[in-house]
């Protein structure tokens, strides 16, 4: 079973050893805290691992600089939602400075910019979304459809039968530019997709899909969340107008750290957000009666910036940044492929099936399987074999590869791990999980 991708049997945790031997970035693993060095950690697509420079970098700005500074330290953390959105801009998005900001949530982000998009199309009446979309997003355009009278088609990828729901013929939900085509016209204002399915792990055409809008006089605005840390977005090549992400899953900087957002600079004048907030006032401490919006980028943003959050952004993405984006991506993409070869030659027989593109250049970071009872085994996998995965309705367990903290023999171990959970059925002696989180 060697292949040109393994330099073995993929079965074998040998084959898995030697890719861990011949990869360029397995000395960044030992740069994150591990509390359990059994435990396969296969969520990072979720939540990313705590890189041990953030405990350094947290615990400096407690005592350096808001413990002894206080007040005063606004004199230099006053502008750093940007200089943490040009660091992360370099690192991840292939693209320059003055275009992102690091700040709010990804929720708050994709509705301020959500809505500035369909403003800036006064006349049209149609928004474009998927039925895979995450859920936030899919609510956030619902809500603003219904508040603006605007026409809502969500393109069915996954047979939900979402609001505004036509059918569109795609696998494992990934749109194409070919697939978006006929629901294009002059009367669409946005376009909204992921960059990465969350649930499938797919990667649709983010250049021709951009253009395609572009060409119909609409915006199209993507949900990085999936895609930051994975692989190489390329913005200023793909033509991407506006963008937001999260920086918690292979961002790796924490749970609830500061999202981000990104308007190309030819848009910022342009575009107006609904929340105009204190930092995006043009002389924010003159206190003036009237909004009047500053004059570049920081226009996006509302008020302050977490500073402690932004102190993870930081040092994981000056990580990632020195790591390389490409050798990231290139990680991500032998990582899944694993986990492809183990589905077939393990998983396949005792009843699952991959709910992933095979296709390296189709998919990001992480790949579901698709089984009847995978709320059951992923429960199991957690309480008996001490592997972290996710589930997702109706029927997926969702498995990624961190590509910096998570070596191949991990991957391998927790497949060989699921393998015999599955033979063996012992998850079915567990009650079911009673947590809201899966």
């Known amino acids: 079973m060697a292949s040109q991708t393994f330099p073995g049997d993929p079965t074998l945790r040998s084959t898995a050893e030697a890719m861990d031997r011949e990869d360029p970035l397995a000395s960044f693993r030992e740069r994150f805290f591990h509390a359990d060095p059994d435990q396969c950690y296969l969520d990072g697509n979720s939540l990313g691992k705590l890189p041990l420079a953030t405990i350094d970098a947290v615990s400096g700005f407690l005592t350096q600089e808001w413990g002894t500074l206080l007040v005063g330290g606004w004199s230099q953390w006053i502008d750093q939602a940007q200089t943490a959105g040009d660091l992360l801009a370099r690192a991840i998005l292939g693209t320059g400075p003055g275009q992102t900001l690091v700040c709010d949530t990804t929720s708050v982000n994709f509705y301020q910019l959500a809505v500035a998009a369909v403003t800036a199309r006064p006349g049209r009446k149609t928004v474009i979304m998927d039925s895979a979309n995450f859920p936030t997003d899919r609510y956030i355009i619902q809500g603003i459809c219904e508040r603006l009278g605007l026409t809502l088609i969500t393109l069915d990828t996954d047979d939900s039968g979402a609001p505004g729901s036509l059918p569109i013929g ?73 963008a937001v992400g999260c920086t918690y899953k292979y961002g790796n900087s924490g749970p609830g750290s500061p999202a981000w957002l990104f308007v190309r600079k030819e848009l910022q004048e342009e575009l107006n957000v609904p929340i105009q907030g204190w930092f995006a006032q043009r002389d924010q401490f003159v206190m003036g009666p009237e909004f009047e919006k500053a004059t570049d980028m920081r226009a996006f943003q509302i008020a302050s910036p977490s500073i402690i959050g932004i102190r993870g952004v930081e040092t994981s993405y000056s990580m990632i940044e020195e790591a390389g984006i490409k050798a990231i991506e290139h990680k991500a993409s032998l990582g899944t492929e694993l986990m492809i070869a183990l589905v077939d030659a393990w998983l396949t027989p005792l009843g699952a099936s991959l709910g992933s593109p095979r296709e390296a250049s189709h998919r990001g970071g992480h790949i579901i399987i698709h089984h009847p009872e995978a709320a059951a085994i992923a429960h199991g996998l957690r309480e008996i074999s001490n592997v972290i995965p996710d589930y997702r309705e109706p029927d997926a367990i969702r498995l990624a590869i961190s590509p910096l903290p998570t070596s191949f023999a991990e991957v391998w171990d927790g497949f060989d791990r699921l393998r015999r959970l599955m033979e063996t059925g012992e998850y079915r002696t567990l009650k079911p999980s009673e947590s809201r989180v899966t």
């Open 170 to 242: 795609v696998e494992h939900e990934r749109v194409t530019a070919d697939a978006l085509a006929p629901f294009l016209s002059d009367d669409v204002a946005l376009v909204t997709l992921q960059a990465i399915n969350y649930r499938a792990g797919s990667r649709p055409e983010l250049a021709a899909i951009s253009q395609a809008v572009k060409d119909v006089g609409a915006l199209m605005l993507w949900d990085c969340s999936h895609a930051g840390g994975a692989i190489a977005l390329d913005f200023d090549a793909a033509g991407i107008d506006l």
